[in-house]
């Protein structure tokens, strides 16, 4: 609670967070597979607070998966460094988690995780299974770049402006531009906090939603001419294949936006937006515009995250994973009904 007072738990465990970094020369920052402008932003913040505030640490960042940082977020102060996880071969005196707590999502980083001698945490995610040294998760906090910011204010490092970009494109990318149902306060409190330290909203808007490649607009074109809807229009769903991607030359790790177009559709309340990633697998993207909670099916599937945006990757091809996600969408309609039994209606 930016401005508030910080429940006394909070405080706790930002002083043993805070200890073990004390306790440490080497400090590695890492967050989930397939980062998004959130995981990037607030481990890349969290690395400059630790280096400024505890100096003479080593303090390295690193991309879970074995991929480049996603185009869009190759602006932000510092992305320059990321390290690759599988190109490091050091063992952590302290490993932080940020934006993430569940330790099956850090792809090639859960060796570094097990090398490490402590754990740290600072994440907004339901769900996970504190095995950590020490750790803060507020599930309420509409990004974890809340968090982030929350410690800088807890062991006193005044916020630089590439912290304040950094920690601004977090909140901007996992609150969609402050529109979705998280966009709460606190947030706001934050963002005002950030623009004040020297953050620009209109570049991080110029990176994220201005700069999109033309053959993403024509893949995007694709996407939205394959919505279709389900249950009185109550969810609506498209998907992009490998043909697509092969056809358009649009990188798959840069299309996390495309379930931002199937939300669009007026009535839709549950959105999802299906797309084959390599090693023939499906990654979906679910998201809820009413206050139904998709978090359920996206750990059915697999995967997990927020009530109202979550995701899951399943083994399979579009039609497979289409097969075994609808008919669980659509029950959520069908048990609203009492019905017991899927709801049928026309399809548009
Ligand atoms: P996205 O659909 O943008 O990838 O993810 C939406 C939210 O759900 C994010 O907060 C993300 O971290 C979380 N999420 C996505 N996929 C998974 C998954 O496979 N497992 C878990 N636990 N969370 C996920
Ligand atoms: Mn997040």
């Known amino acids: ?38 995981a990037l932003g607030s481990g890349l913040a ?6 400024r505030t505890w100096p003479g640490r080593e303090v390295t960042s690193l991309l879970a998966d074995d991929d480049v940082v996603p185009r869009t977020y190759e602006f932000l102060p510092g992305a320059d460094g990321f390290v690759r996880a599988c190109a490091y071969d050091g063992s952590p005196d302290l490993f932080v988690c940020v934006d993430l707590s569940q ?35 507020r599930t309420d906090a509409a990004a974890a ?24 494109c977090a909140l901007m990318t996992d609150t969609g531009c402050f529109q979705y149902q998280n966009a709460n306060g606190e947030a706001f409190c934050v963002a005002s906090s950030l623009v004040e330290a020297g953050a620009s909203p209109s ?25 279709t809807t389900f249950e009185q229009g109550k ?7 490998s043909a697509d991607f092969a056809a358009t030359g649009v990188p798959v790790a840069e299309c996390d936006g495309l379930v931002d177009l199937v ?27 009413s206050d139904r909670d998709i978090s359920s099916i996206a750990r059915e599937m697999g995967g997990g995250g927020h ?21 669980k969408l659509r029950a959520l309609y069908a048990r609203a009904k009492g019905t017991g039994t899927f709801a049928h209606s026309a399809e548009s």
Not at 117 to 128: E, F, M, R
Not at 264 to 286: Q, S, T
Not at 321 to 327: G, I, N, R, T
Request: net charge negative; proline share 4%.
């Open 263 to 289: 939300r669009r559709v007026d009535g839709c309340e549950v959105a999802l937006f299906l797309k084959e990633v390599p090693g023939g697998k499906v990654r979906g993207n679910l998201r809820a515009k």
């Open 307 to 327: 009530a109202a945006a979550a995701g899951f990757t399943v083994d399979g091809d579009i039609d497979e994973a289409l097969a075994v996600v609808l008919p």
């Open 103 to 137: 330790p099956g999502r850090l792809a090639d980083a859960r060796a570094v995780l097990e090398r490490s001698a402590h754990v740290a945490v600072l994440d907004h995610h339901p769900g996970g299974e504190p095995s950590w040294d020490a750790g803060v998760v």
């Open 235 to 241: 969810i609506a769903y498209s998907y992009a294949t």
């Open 1 to 38: 609670m930016l401005g508030g007072s910080m429940p006394a738990e909070q405080a706790a465990q930002f002083d043993a967070i805070a200890r073990l970094i004390e306790g440490a020369r080497t400090v590695v920052v890492c967050a989930h597979t397939s980062p998004d402008g959130d």
């Open 203 to 227: 570049e991080v808007s110029l990176h994220v939603y201005q700069s999109d490649r033309l053959a993403y607009i024509h893949l995007s074109a694709t996407v939205m001419s394959r919505i």
């Open 145 to 168: 770049g809340i968090i982030v910011a929350e410690f800088a204010r807890h062991v006193g490092c005044e916020l630089t402006p590439t912290m304040a970009q950094n920690l601004l």
């Open 46 to 51: 969290l690395a400059e607070i630790i280096e």
